[in-house]
């Protein structure tokens, strides 16, 4: 008990809204992995439904008492410091995962970190800016002439963009997405990477990426700012376990909790100064299909 009372005095210097906000994160992340309800699971950490409620509500920045803290940790097999945000290892005795890691996203999509790192942050906020348009907005038309111009496989893009569908489908999905307006206003003038794309591709795009958007509202939200006063290189926080900045095949991966917490106040940033917001999306997208052909 002296080791959590001192684990817990490591973390004092963080705000307490932060420290309550990531332990609420993990916690309900340990929740959706587990399938069980809210009953099941307070059971098993040794309290009752009502209090696990209240933990997760965030009413309150307390954390609990420091027995029910080892109870979770040890009910679901994690570590203290992570369940603190002191790390972002998960392991009880593994060994620290490293700050920054480089990977390279090759293989079928089944087997890549993408796909890993989604189910790993299952329940939690996915932030993600894309570099183009969003993979799982995409038409397979147009995967393919990226897929043309990048020499990237095909089958391995069109599995992640039903991948992510599907995930978005899930009722415990929350992802939002902060891309500049003027990405969308280029693919569909056909220049930039898409010139040369034929213009009826180019609407049918359009079409599907705005009954997308509107299927998928509320748990997949798009927001639009304007480039030229806002910039960013594209990346995605996966809730706060990890962030991954695409460096074009590969991925910077940043797996310290300072980094992320920066990397999503950035993120916050562009969606408040964002002039298309997420239920005027889809209206917008589909606007774009009535514009001059280029």
């Known amino acids: 008990m002296l080791y959590l009372v001192n684990k817990i005095a490591n ?27 809210q009953s099941r699971f307070a059971a098993s950490v040794g309290i009752d439904r009502s209090a ?3 933990l997760l509500s965030g009413s309150s920045t307390r954390l609990p008492r420091a027995e029910t803290l080892m109870n979770i940790a040890i009910a679901n097999d994690v570590s203290l410091d992570w369940l603190l945000g002191l790390s972002q290892d998960e392991g009880v005795t593994g060994e620290l995962k490293p700050s920054i890691e480089i990977e390279e996203g090759t293989g079928s999509f089944d087997h890549t970190l993408l796909a890993r790192w989604h189910a790993e942050a299952a329940g939690a906020k ?3 800016v894309p570099s183009g348009i969003p993979d799982l907005l995409r038409t397979d038309a147009v995967i393919n002439f990226e897929a043309d111009a990048a020499d990237r496989n095909r089958t391995t893009q069109k599995d992640e963009a039903q991948y992510r569908i599907d995930y978005n489908r899930r009722p415990e999905t929350d992802m939002e997405v902060c891309m500049p307006w003027q990405t969308m206003r280029t693919f569909a003038d056909g220049g930039g990477i898409w010139s040369g794309l034929d213009v009826g591709l180019r609407r049918a795009q ?3 990426m705005a009954r997308l958007l509107d299927e998928l509202y509320p748990t997949f939200r798009l927001f639009l700012y304007d480039g030229r006063a806002r910039y960013s290189i594209p990346y995605t926080i996966f809730g706060p376990i990890r962030a991954a900045i695409f460096v074009g095949g590969m991925y910077l991966v940043l ?4 980094p992320i917490r920066t990397l999503t106040r950035h993120f916050d940033g562009l969606i408040r100064s964002a002039d298309i ?11 774009l299909v009535e514009l001059p052909p280029a």
């Open 11 to 37: 973390v004092i210097p963080m705000d307490k809204r932060d420290l309550s906000r990531i332990f609420r994160d993990r916690l309900q992340l340990l929740l959706v992995r587990t399938g069980q309800k």
């Open 52 to 54: 696990l409620s209240q």
């Open 126 to 128: 996915i932030r993600y």
């Open 206 to 208: 359009l079409q599907h």
């Open 255 to 258: 797996n310290a909790t300072q």
């Open 277 to 287: 917001n997420a239920h005027e999306a889809a209206r917008h997208i589909a606007s």
